[in-house]
């Protein structure tokens, strides 16, 4: 099991609300994911909540698969996007060199930690050869749970690094920054970016 039952449960009740917020897209993130890509690239969008980072790279030309985990989510992004949006929990990914980018933001931070290196090894399997990977996650020392109930595997850096190292990117940069979430609290992120070997 790749996904949290309660936390399913926190969308699949929240989906307007959560879908509603009038969030904008991570331009400046977004940006820099597809410096990395060519025109028209296909990219698998997980976890795409209301749809907006999706509609921005699709907005851009890009071959966006957006997905997501909650039933009730993806259909708010459909409405939004105009395209179907595909129900994928993270352990049912199985391709095989099919994208050029996997963009995951704010969504495997909900992966217990157990169960993140396989999911990597599935993404970065899904990946093509020199694809790009980017993921977002709530920094801490130890898995738990929000006020919400939501699971969140809160990294620090160096347990993430050592993660993802055991899949032999090319490149992983990893940047810190302030921000918040859903529940509007400080939060301290960590943006990753890895490209896998040509």
Known sequence: MSHDPDTLRFYEMEAAKYTSRGVEPSRAWIDLFLSHL???APILKFGCGAGQDSEFMLA????????????????????RLGIP??????GDLNEQAGYDGIWA???LLHVPRAELPDILARIHAALKAGGIFYASFKAGETEGRDEFDRYYNYPS???LRDIYAKLGWASISIEAQSGSGYDNKPTEWLHVLAAKRS
């Open 38 to 40: 060519q025109p028209h």
């Open 60 to 79: 851009k030309g890009f071959d966006v698969r957006p997905t997501d985990g909650t039933p009730e989510i993806a259909r708010e992004a459909e409405k």
């Open 85 to 90: 949006v595909a129900t994928l929990l993270f």
């Open 105 to 107: 933001n704010a969504c």
């Open 157 to 159: 850096e160096s347990w």
